[in-house]
């Protein structure tokens, strides 16, 4: 990773695809890194994580939620809940001092109006921002199979600047758990945005080295 300073504050975005694991997992790790964290969820991302985590995975109830699954770490942050219809909010402007932006788990339908720069709810234009801003903007889509006009708008978001960062674990770390899985994918994505991380071991040449 780069000597640089790590930026202290990061946008998360949560929108409805599958992947609410990835989403806390992430959120957990950027927070235990003492850093801000501006947060938006589309209507369907609050819908999948409780959906998939459970009835006490509300954004309201959020950082109680990630304390309580990761420890104490995840409260040495800062955490910003945003409306995703508040277009005026801080993330919404380039002048806004936010070093760069995920969106995990990223649905086929977000990722179609970033790629059109359709800006329609504060994620879009957050993401908006991030490309114009020439910041960081890291996506984790997760669909499949996936159809040629989704496949289109991932190229057209990686022209524009974006990670494409799928939701595609790896086994060759000999995951045991699903929150192994997560610890992978939300070390691409800490790497991605810049930071160190030791959420899976370095791969040496060989399994298990
Ligand atoms: C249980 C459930 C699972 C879904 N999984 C996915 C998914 O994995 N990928 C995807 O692109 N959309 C998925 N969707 C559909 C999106 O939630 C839907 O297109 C929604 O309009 C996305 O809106 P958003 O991008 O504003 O969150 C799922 C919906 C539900 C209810």
Known sequence: ?????PPRSIAVGISGASGALYAVRTLASL???ELHVELVVSDYGRRLLRDELGEQATVEGLLPFLIQKYGAGAGRGTLKLHSNRDLGASIASGSHRCAGMVIVPCSMKTLAGIAHGLSRNLMERAADVMLKERRRLVLVPRESPMSLTQLRNMVLCAEAGATLLPAMPAFYQRPKTLDDLADFMAGK?????GFEHDLYPEWTGRVGG
């Open 31 to 33: 927070l235990e890194r």
């Open 1 to 5: 990773m780069s000597g640089e300073a």
């Open 189 to 193: 994505i800490l790497s991605a945005l």
